[in-house]
């Protein structure tokens, strides 16, 4: 770095250092948006200088403070508070941003970018990861300190913009956050009044700090944005708030330091121009060049020593915790490195060995709900919920501790928020140490897509229980009948959908999904009680390849594939056929994706090259003409349901034995 010209920066603060970061990489790259970071560098400056506890040198510290970029298309912001913090984010990576294979893509990506909490980019989703890492820092404090040892103590801070705050999520989640009280949730809101189209005035012309106030949020409003002093005092009086989460209105320019572009929308996703940047430089006696920071700046922000320091002592008080209580030590480390219990295997070979409830004729979500029961009081980790259909999803059980009534717990009501259930779910999953599920109708996964989308991306483990599967839910009719929504959800890359046909093969998706560490699932269940069927071991244990062979004969002539409560439908056809003469393999796929990551001899074992193929469920047929292929059948439904009583519903829409039975003789003569 250089040495400064002190008598040449004479006008330049610390936070110049990020806007000019931010400015020289937009540039550079000639992609970006320089308006945000620019606008909020004195905020980000008081808060990552003077109240920011995390430590550069190890961004995994379990006691670290959260700090999450809602309004990510910033994202320069957040690399600059990185790099110049000390994080391993060299600035040959800031002069390759948006660049392909970079660590400083377009939007923050976890995984991609040390330092970086959570992928952000689509707005006031960051807010609800925010809420459900203040959440999980709030359970795990009540699970794990102790009178003396507050070894779970930080806040979680996040920025948000104008956009994020007109994102229905954002209702949804503060809403919530307000409720539950969630004091160490600090929020910033960089209120600059532009967005793309311009001046927001026309289109977001709320009452910001009543809004909050009526949601139960400590508000701060109108906070001179560029005052460092008055920010300072702002989260000073955040901090002292410990039942309400704090929302500091920050006033500010976009884009400021621009001598001619601030405080307009040309400045919010473009960049600034060679004049504008030279002019700027100008006005701050700014003589460093691009992505030079002079070394008096460069000391200023460096935070690698006393976050070692900060560390060093919490440490200290771990080891103090650990020979007071290494019962609970040992839980919090085995939690915070994401080792599942050695007994919960065996309690799930217990439950599917065994010849209790789950091999009986009930409902998936019902088998669900038993395997629950037996596993929750084994898996401290678990964190439950649905958005306002416990009774329904069947996702509480008698170990649940529900959060709403108790202040901690390990359940939630998340209300009728499927959104903001899904975003919430996220953070904890980032925050690491729970486990979390939450359930709603599967039609509603609309809602929550674009979270479940985003924890595939971020490979989080997250569970969402979706019941009423299909048009077995009955008289409720279309509006709340799922017909594309498994191809949907299937379609996300990462992201696994399990549909079991009985009790023993819920048990087995519950587990795979538990299991799973690099990614999201969701369970489709059943309202309809559904046949078990009885299987092998060899069976039982193919079941987690995604697809078996559940019923066959020597020479099978057709395959018959299925899913879920078609699977009944499947097994009676082959019944049928087999009293014609003809030779049936049925096959169970409750996770296709899963099915076709194996390797090429299981699939062919399983589906046979050369017999012809019908699959059927209760969906959209596109998803399974890959499965069946061109010369196959694939049955289901292509149109919305009605709304009659399930029997009458299979009737109508041909998806009954009788018919799957022709449609493959059918098939068979033509072959």
């Known amino acids: 770095m250089n ?58 510290w379990l006691n670290r403070d959260r700090f999450v970029l809602s309004n990510g298309h910033g994202s320069m912001l957040l690399y600059g508070l990185l790099h110049l913090t000390g994080y391993d984010l060299p600035i040959e990576e800031l002069k390759q941003f948006r660049q392909m294979h970079s660590k400083t893509p377009g939007h923050p990506e976890i995984g991609v970018t040390p330092g970086v909490e959570t992928s952000t980019g689509p707005l006031g989703q960051g807010l609800a990861n925010a809420v459900g890492m203040a959440l999980a820092e709030k359970m795990l404090a009540v699970s794990f300190n102790r009178p003396g040892h507050e070894i779970i103590d930080h806040y979680t801070y996040v920025f948000v913009g104008d956009g994020c705050l ?54 701060i409003a109108s906070v001179d944005g560029h005052d460092v002093e008055a920010l300072d005092a702002a989260i000073h009086q955040a901090k002292s708030q410990s039942s309400r989460p704090s929302l500091i209105c920050c006033k500010t320019v976009i884009g400021k330091g621009a001598p001619n572009k601030a405080g307009g929308h040309d400045v919010h996703g473009a960049p600034l121009g060679a004049v504008e940047i030279a002019a700027m430089r100008a006005q701050k006696g700014w003589t460093a060049a691009p992505f030079d920071i002079p070394d008096e700046f460069a000391q200023a922000w460096d935070a690698r020593a006393i976050g070692k320091v900060r560390q060093t002592e919490w440490d200290s008080e771990f080891t103090a915790y650990q020979a007071a209580y290494p019962e609970l030590a040992m839980e919090l480390t085995r939690r915070k490195e994401g080792i599942l219990p050695a007994r919960l295997s065996a309690a799930f070979s217990q439950l599917i060995d065994s010849d209790g409830a789950l091999h009986k004729k009930v409902a998936t979500r019902k088998a669900s709900q038993i395997v629950l029961e037996h596993i929750t009081a084994l898996l401290p980790e678990f964190f439950g919920g649905s958005a306002d259909l416990s009774g329904s999803n069947l996702t509480n059980v008698k170990a649940s501790v529900w959060v709403n009534h108790h202040g901690s717990g390990n359940y939630l009501s998340y209300g009728v928020r499927e959104f903001g259930m899904a975003g919430i779910m996220n953070g904890m999953a980032l925050y690491g140490g729970f486990i979390p599920y939450g359930g709603t109708f599967m039609v509603f996964s609309d809602y929550s897509r674009n979270a479940i989308r985003m924890a595939a991306l971020m490979k989080q483990r997250v569970i969402h229980v979706l019941t009423h599967d299909s048009i077995g839910l009955g008289e409720d009719g279309p509006t709340h009948q799922p017909i594309e929504h498994a191809a949907s959800l299937r379609l996300i890359p990462n992201n696994r959908l399990w549909r079991p046909c009985d009790g023993v093969e819920t048990a087995i998706a519950w587990q795979a999904a538990i299991t799973r560490t690099d990614g999201p699932t969701c369970l489709v269940l059943s309202r ?121 519903l299979y009737e109508h829409f041909n998806l009954t034995p009788a018919h799957l039975a022709e449609c493959a003789l059918t098939l068979l003569k033509a072959w």
């Not at 209702?171 to 793309?196: M, P, Q, R």
Request: net charge negative; glycine share 10%.
């Open 166 to 219: 007109m994102e229905g999520i954002s209702h949804e989640v503060s809403s919530l956050a307000g409720t539950l009280g969630l004091g160490k949730l600090i929020c910033f809101y960089d209120d600059n009044g532009i967005s793309i189209d311009g001046n927001v005035k026309g289109w977001f012309n709320d009452d910001t700090p009543k809004r909050f106030a009526a949601y139960g949020w400590n508000v």
């Open 528 to 648: 309809q009680a559904l046949t078990p069927y009885s299987r092998t071991a060899e069976q039982i244990d193919a079941i987690a390849r995604g697809g078996y062979i559940l019923l066959d004969c020597s020479s099978p002539l057709v395959v018959l594939i299925a899913t879920g409560s078609e699977v009944e439908i499947a097994t009676s056809a082959a019944e049928k056929l087999a009293q014609e003469g003809v030779a049936v393999r049925v096959v169970s796929m409750p996770c296709v994706e899963l099915f076709y990551a194996q390797d090429i001899h299981y699939r062919h074992h399983v589906l046979p090259v050369g017999i012809p193929r019908v699959s059927i469920e209760a969906g959209v047929t596109w998803y399974w003409r890959a499965v069946v292929g061109e010369n196959g059948i694939a049955l289901g439904i292509d149109t919305f349901g009605e709304s009659a009583p399930a029997g009458q």
């Open 3 to 60: 040495a400064p010209d002190i008598g040449r920066i004479s006008q330049a603060t610390p936070a110049d250092a990020l806007r000019f970061l931010a400015a020289d990489a937009v540039e550079k790259a000639q992609s970006g948006h320089p308006g945000a970071p620019m606008g909020m560098a004195d905020i980000a400056d008081v808060l990552w200088r003077r109240h920011m506890r995390h430590n550069p040198s190890d961004p995994t």
